[in-house]
Structure formats: structure tokens, C-alpha cells
């Protein structure tokens, strides 16, 4: 067979952005050994472009399995950055600042009400603010607006230097990252392995494979079918404040964030495009999450403009992670869809396919498993 390398890898991951790079880890820290194979450069398409929020409550509009999970991931996050940390040196810089969700005008108020009840029952150290409340808690709210919820357990995460951190664990642990390699297609080898073959015309041999591809998911052949993974684009932004004035992040509407790190950057974002692959930063794009900070935080719009960027987002039909074995391909673990969170869920993602892996099963993911897709009548 054309570019057989010969050796068999016990667990191949294909994808080394921030999911891919964090199951990897989650196995070596059991004892596992796995080698990633990435495309292009690692936490290109995704990672490197997210924002870094660590806060469960905004993304969703109910309680239940998916708003658990990530609040399950952000319980995760404190051991992770600092086991990271101490192993490299390299600080993730995260931080538990707290996050606020704002209701701009007073025709908002009952639905940030609303979602305050269901969201307190779960956890009481939320509050409700006024609008002076919220002020002091974030002093680059000095524009006009209603009211908001606190959320102070939940922060921030800077995902480059994340990812950095990761990488400099993975290297340290000898877990190979081979780069230039796009996975194109998987087969059974029919001796209880699979084959991972790639577009440069190479193939590997490994007992189990994690397809964790991000937005470029959908491009692997896999036995029977495709995952249905879409790209969704989001433009971003960054300016520089001369210090660290600003504390917590915000959410407002209708899907404008802005998160102060702790060098004093201040990323803002983000738009939401169905465009495919493309990547692209236009004023139209800037705008949709620029102008609504006229009125709410008009000092942001004045600091000096640091960085225009975007990122793909990968997207499932329902927008929910698709996480665990591929129903009818023994060895096969599917990572994707992780859409907005993909930062956030990179621990429990972690934990889960190690679970699945060395264990065989994940009650974590019953909700989440690939087989909602996958199933033979589907074909
Ligand atoms: N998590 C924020 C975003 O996807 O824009």
C-alpha cells in the first residue's frame, strides 16, 4: 500500500487543536501514548481564534445535559491550567473573573428576569444587578442600560497561550504531533485495526482513532458516511487599554461580547457567518458588535485597535457536541461539533474520550453520542 508507515499507533488522534490536543493529554496522564496528526499548524482553525470565555450559562436558554456538561468542564478548568502550568512554566492565564450578561434596554428586563430564575435554582451565587450595580462590577459600562446577571465563578481563558501550554506538556511527554498530514479517509484494516489514510498519499496503522478535525470534520470519509459538521464563521477583534482597567466579561445582544485579559488586551466579537471555509474580517462584520457598544461602553471603541481576525467554528445539525465511539466501527472515536465552546469543553472532551478509550464507556456523553447521526438507517 502506497506510503504504509509500517508501525501501528495504539491510539491516533487526527486533529491538534485544542480538543484533539486535550484527549491526547487525558490519555497520557493514564498512561497512554497517542500521536496527532494535524493539517496545518496546531489550533489553527478554531483555538487560535477564540475568544476564550469559560461561562456555561450564557449558552444555553434551559437546564439540562449540555448546560451540566460545560458546567461540569468549567469545575475542571482549575486543575488543568495549573497541572499545566507547573509541568511548563507556561501560564494559560486564566481567570476566574466573573462574567455579566446585560439587558440594554428596559423592554429586556423580563427576559433576563426569566432567565435569571431558572438559572439561580442551579446556582445561588448569581445576582441580579442594577444597572449601578453592574457598573462597579465592570467599569466599561458607562453607557446606558437596564440591568444584568452576575456570574461570578465563571471567566476567561487566554486559548493561545492555552494551547501553547498543552503543546509544551505533549512535547515534554514525547507524545508525537506530526504536522502537513490532512486525514482523508478511514478503513477497517479487517485485522481488528484501522487505517488512517491521508491526502498526501500516506497511511497509518492504529487500534483506535479519534477524529477530532474541528470545522474540517465533515472532509474525513468514514465507513458508510460523512459527520456532519459545518463551518460557521466568526469575525473578532482586539484593542490594546494602556492597563488593566477593565475586570469582567460582558455579554449583550444580540451576540456581542467583550473579555478583558489579563495583559490588558480587550478581545471583542462576534459574528456568526454560514459562508463555508472562508475566513474573512469585514467593517460590516466589525460593526454588528461594534455598535452596540456606542451606547453601553462607548471608552472601548476609543482605544487604539490591536488585531482584526476570524475563526471557524465547527457546528452540528443540532449544535450540540457530538462526542464518543462511531456506532458501527469498532476503534473509532468521534470529538467534534463543539461549535462555541469548544475552549471550554476542552477538559471534560478530554476526560470523556479517555473514559471511552481505556474504559469502554462515558456516562458523561449518553447525550452526546455520535450515534444520533450515525445510525445505518441514516445512510
Ligand atoms: N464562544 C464565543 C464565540 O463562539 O463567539
Redesign the pocket.
Known amino acids: 500500500m502506497a506510503g504504509r508507515t509500517g508501525s501501528r499507533d495504539e491510539v491516533i488522534i487526527v486533529g491538534g487543536g485544542i480538543v484533539g490536543c486535550s484527549i491526547a493529554w487525558h490519555l497520557s496522564c493514564r498512561g497512554r501514548r497517542s500521536r496527532i496528526l494535524e493539517r496545518s499548524e496546531p489550533g489553527g482553525l478554531a483555538t487560535h481564534a477564540?475568544?476564550g470565555?469559560l461561562?456555561p450559562m450564557n449558552?444555553t436558554d434551559s437546564p439540562g445535559p449540555f448546560l451540566d456538561l460545560m458546567r461540569k468542564s468549567l469545575s475542571l478548568y482549575p486543575a488543568f491550567v495549573e497541572a499545566l502550568a507547573e509541568e511548563t512554566g507556561l501560564s494559560p492565564d486564566f481567570s476566574a473573573s466573573g462574567i455579566l450578561a446585560v439587558a440594554p434596554r428596559p423592554e429586556d428586563r423580563a427576559a433576563l428576569l426569566a432567565r435569571f430564575a431558572w438559572q439561580q435554582a442551579l446556582d445561588p451565587s448569581l445576582v441580579f444587578c442594577e444597572a449601578a450595580e453592574a457598573r462597579s462590577l465592570e467599569p466599561a459600562l458607562t453607557g446606558e442600560f437596564d440591568s444584568a446577571i452576575y456570574y461570578p465563578d465563571e471567566g476567561h481563558v487566554y486559548a493561545p497561550r492555552l494551547i501553547k501550554a498543552l503543546l509544551g506538556s505533549l512535547s515534554r511527554r514525547r507524545i508525537p504531533l506530526e504536522q502537513g498530514i490532512t486525514v482523508s479517509r478511514i478503513v477497517p484494516s479487517g485485522q481488528g485495526t484501522l487505517l488512517v489514510h491521508d491526502r498526501e498519499g500516506g497511511c497509518r496503522e492504529a487500534e483506535k482513532v479519534v477524529l477530532a478535525a474541528g470545522a474540517l470534520l465533515s472532509d474525513i470519509e468514514i465507513p458508510g458516511t460523512r459527520i456532519p459538521v459545518s463551518p460557521v464563521s466568526?469575525q473578532?477583534l482586539a484593542v490594546r487599554s494602556p492597563g488593566s482597567f477593565y475586570r469582567r466579561v460582558v455579554f449583550y445582544p444580540p451576540?456581542g461580547?467583550f473579555v478583558p485579559k489579563l495583559d490588558g488586551t480587550v478581545v471583542i466579537?462576534?459574528t456568526?457567518e454560514t459562508i463555508g471555509t472562508r475566513t474573512r474580517v469585514t467593517p460590516a462584520g466589525l460593526m454588528e458588535f461594534l455598535a452596540p457598544l456606542s451606547s453601553l461602553a462607548p471608552g472601548l471603541l476609543e482605544l487604539p485597535l490591536h488585531h482584526t481576525w476570524s475563526g471557524l467554528?465547527p457546528k452540528s445539525p443540532d449544535a450540540l457536541p457530538i462526542l464518543g465511539p462511531h456506532p458501527e466501527c469498532p476503534g473509532l472515536f468521534i470529538a467534534g461539533g463543539h461549535?462555541?465552546?469548544g475552549?471550554?469543553l476542552a477538559p471534560v472532551t478530554g476526560e470523556i474520550l479517555a473514559d471511552w478509550i481505556e474504559e469502554g464507556a462515558s456516562p458523561l456523553s449518553r447525550p452526546f453520542l455520535p450515534d444520533r447521526f450515525l445510525k445505518t438507517g441514516d445512510r
Do not use: F, M, V, W
Open positions: 477564540a475568544a470565555i461561562g449558552e466568526g473578532i451576540h461580547y466579537g462576534a456568526e467554528r461549535y462555541r465552546n475552549i471550554l
